[in-house]
C-alpha cells in the first residue's frame, strides 16, 4: 500500500459508519481514531486497516443475500401481474387463453426437461375418455366452456436439444410436441395435478376421482390436503378436489394478441440456489409459471364427483411449488 492508497483509505475511514461493529470496546477505540484530527501512528495505522477490513466484511455480509432477494422480488411481482391479467381476460372475454402447456408428457410421465423441484408439488392423474364414467365428458365440457380448446403437450420422452429452448419445447414449431384438440373430443392421457390424500378416503371417491395421493417425489409428506391447502383456503383439509396445473406458456399468451385486454407476455422463472435439486434454470428447466384450477369436488355426503361447468383458477405458483405469499416472503429475507 503506497502513501496514498492509505490516505484514501484513512478518509474512507474517517466517513464510514461504526454502528457494524458489535464489540463496544473495539467501536469505541475506532470512533476515537475516526475523529482524530492530527497524522496516525503506526500502530493506530495499523488498527485502522483492521477496522477498515472488519468494515467491508460486514458490508458483505450484509449484501450477501441481496441477488437471491431480487429474484425473489422479481417472480413475486411476475406472479401477480400474470395473476392479474389471466383474472381481467377471464372477466372480459369471459374465457381463459386457449393453449396452455401440460406438465407431463403424452404418456403422462414427467417432462424429461423439468425442474426435479416440480415433483415436490405434481402427481398424474388420468382423467378418462369419452364416456368414462362421467370423468373424460366432465373435463372435455369444462374445458371448452372455459375457452381452452387445446392444450400443448410434449411426446413421450421428448427433449429439447440445440437451438430448442426448453420454455418453447411445448411450441409445435419448435419441439417435439403435439396440440390435443378439446374441441374436437380429445384429451391428454394423463393431466399434471396437486394430490391430495383426501380423495383416497372413500371406495366411490378413488373409484369415480382415481386421484393420486402422492406427489412424483414420495418423500413429501402429503396429509389432510396440506399441498392443496397452501394454495387456496377454500381446499380445505378434509375435501377431494380436483386441482390441475397448466403451464402459462408463450402459446397461451399468444392466443390472447386480439382482445382489448390481451397478455403481452408468458414470464420466466429464475431461481439459482446453487442446489440441482431445488434450482430453477430456463436453459435447462421448463420455468413457466404454472395456474392450478380446480376442476371439481367429491361430495362424500351424496358419495357423488361434483364437476364444475367451468374450472376456476386457485392461484399462480412458480414451476418450484411456491405461490405469490410465498415469493413475497422470500423478497423480505
Known amino acids: 500500500m503506497n502513501i496514498n492508497q492509505m490516505k484514501s483509505a484513512i478518509a474512507k475511514f474517517r466517513k464510514a459508519d461504526l454502528s457494524v461493529i458489535k464489540d463496544a470496546k473495539l467501536r469505541n477505540k475506532a470512533q476515537s481514531l475516526q475523529g482524530k484530527e492530527k497524522g496516525f501512528t503506526l500502530l493506530e495505522l495499523l488498527v485502522v486497516i483492521t477496522l477498515i477490513a472488519i468494515l467491508a ?9 441481496v441477488g437471491q432477494s431480487a429474484e425473489a422480488a422479481s417472480a413475486g411481482n411476475a406472479a401477480a401481474t400474470i395473476d392479474r391479467a389471466i383474472r381481467t381476460y377471464r372477466a372480459v372475454e369471459n ?13 403422462g410421465s414427467q417432462l424429461t426437461f423439468r425442474a426435479p423441484i416440480m415433483d415436490s408439488f405434481l402427481a398424474a392423474w388420468t382423467p378418462g375418455v369419452s364416456g368414462d364414467s362421467g370423468k373424460g365428458d366432465a373435463m372435455i365440457e369444462m374445458l371448452e366452456e372455459s375457452g381452452i380448446e387445446e392444450l400443448q403437450v410434449v411426446n413421450a420422452g421428448g427433449t ?34 396437486v394430490p391430495n390424500d383426501n380423495c383416497q378416503a372413500g371406495g366411490a371417491a378413488t373409484a369415480l376421482v382415481d386421484y393420486p395421493a402422492n406427489a412424483f417425489d414420495t418423500t413429501v409428506t402429503v396429509s389432510g390436503n396440506n399441498l392443496q391447502n397452501q394454495y387456496g383456503d377454500a381446499l380445505e383439509g378434509d ?3 380436483v386441482l390441475i396445473a397448466l403451464g402459462f ?3 397461451a399468451a399468444a392466443s390472447t394478441t386480439f382482445s382489448n385486454v390481451a397478455i403481452a407476455q408468458s414470464p420466466t422463472y429464475v431461481r439459482n440456489t446453487g442446489d ?10 421448463y420455468s413457466r409459471y404454472i395456474g392450478l384450477f380446480q376442476a371439481g369436488e367429491f361430495n362424500f355426503d351424496v358419495n357423488e364427483m361434483q364437476w364444475n361447468e367451468t374450472i376456476r383458477l386457485i392461484a399462480i405458483v412458480s414451476p418450484d411449488g411456491k405461490n405469490i405469499d410465498q415469493l413475497v416472503s422470500e423478497a423480505q429475507q
Open 249 to 251: 406458456g408463450g402459446d
Open 95 to 107: 374465457v381463459y387463453p386457449n393453449q396452455w402447456d401440460n406438465l407431463v408428457d403424452s404418456a
Open 160 to 193: 429439447p436439444n440445440g437451438d430448442q429452448a426448453p420454455n418453447r419445447f411445448h411450441n409445435e414449431s419448435t419441439g417435439d410436441s403435439a396440440e390435443v384438440e378439446i374441441e374436437d373430443g380429445d384429451l391428454p392421457a394423463r393431466f399434471a395435478v
Open 276 to 285: 440441482e435439486d431445488t434450482e430453477v434454470n430456463p436453459e435447462t428447466h
Open 239 to 241: 375435501e377431494c378436489h
Open 57 to 65: 466484511t460486514g458490508a458483505l455480509i450484509a449484501y450477501e443475500d
